[in-house]
């Protein structure tokens, strides 16, 4: 991979240059899935989507509830992360990362906080809460490999909602730096190898540098803009958003390539400060609609809606 992860008892062999872009934002697993509740919660008045935006929330309060009550530590493994460094492989990619049983103890517990919910939420969160480790083991798998029709699109949001808390709290304990390598492969993540959910312009110290959000692990990957973050290509870069006029000055957009006939969503912090990746994709789906029809399709995963 392009950015390749580095144990930080190596770091002291790498040549830095003051000012240097960082490459990879490590998670902050508390405060992320707090704002992304809380920023579901205000994308749900008055839109279309109240009612699925608002189950969304409960999933992410569910979560931020996770971390704090039931937090995961990363075992130790030897020179692992020195072999992972060696080859550029991504530490925590599940081919290689064997998941411990305590993922399932957070499903459950996040099902039993769900259950309660009416209709057919409350029925999936209650079938998973009751299922049997094989069962949750192997539509992990599924999940973890983009396998989404085998698991379906009820029972995904949950799953990965899970998955999500055990990987983004190991992504945050991970001693490590990131080294920028000269070749281009950005669009996975370089700590756990799944796709991003969206790209984002920030502030603040990374002032209007575009990272990749992951997914899964909610780890974030820089990459410069104006480059298509499925095949890298340059040429023909568009974008689209639902706001009359000029695009961009919309806080969420669309990002095309002409090249490979994908899209993702870029959001601007400097549009609307509040924004936050997962959120503003789902809420946003109408633009989808609108770049599906011109012939695109979308090479990231909104880890609160799956196809199927």
């Excluded at 909610?218 to 973050?229: F, G, I, N, P, Q």
């Excluded at 669309?254 to 994908?262: A, R, T, V």
């Amino acid at each position: 991979m392009s950015i390749r992860i580095v144990p930080l008892d190596e770091a002291g062999r790498l040549q830095t240059t003051a000012g240097e872009i960082p490459p990879l934002l490590l998670p902050q697993p508390a405060e992320r899935y707090l704002a992304r509740s809380q920023r579901l919660t205000t994308l749900a008045d008055g839109h279309p989507m109240a009612a699925y935006l608002a189950f969304a929330a409960r999933v992410a309060a569910a979560q931020h509830r996770l971390v704090r009550e039931q937090p995961v530590t990363l075992p130790p493994r030897g020179d692992y992360f020195h072999h992972c460094a060696e080859h550029g492989l991504p530490p925590l990619g599940a081919a290689a990362w064997p998941r411990d049983p305590v993922w399932r103890d957070l499903l459950r517990a996040l099902c039993a906080e769900l259950a309660a919910l009416p209709g057919p939420a409350g029925e999936v969160a209650r079938e998973l809460e009751q299922a049997n480790d094989a069962a949750l083991e192997s539509a992990a798998r599924a999940l973890l490999d983009g396998d989404f029709a085998a698991v379906g699109s009820a029972r995904a949001p949950l799953l990965w909602a899970a998955l999500s808390v055990y990987f983004s709290q190991l992504a945050a304990q991970l001693q490590v730096t990131a080294v920028a390598e000269p070749d281009d492969a950005r669009h996975l993540c370089p700590v756990c190898a799944m796709p991003p959910v969206a790209s984002v312009v920030r502030l603040g110290n990374e002032s209007g540098l575009r990272y990749l959000h992951c997914s899964l692990c909610e780890s974030e990957w820089h990459l410069v803009r104006a480059k298509c973050s499925n095949c890298e290509a340059t040429r023909d870069i568009g974008y689209w958003s639902l706001e009359q006029g000029d695009s961009q000055q919309a806080a969420v957009r669309g990002e095309s390539c002409g090249d490979c006939g994908s899209y993702l969503k870029i959001l601007a912090l400097d549009k609307d400060l509040n924004a936050e990746p997962a959120a503003d994709d789902l809420a946003s789906l109408a633009l989808d609609q609108q770049l599906e029809q011109r012939g695109f399709a979308r090479s990231g995963v909104n880890p609160l809606l799956f196809p199927g």
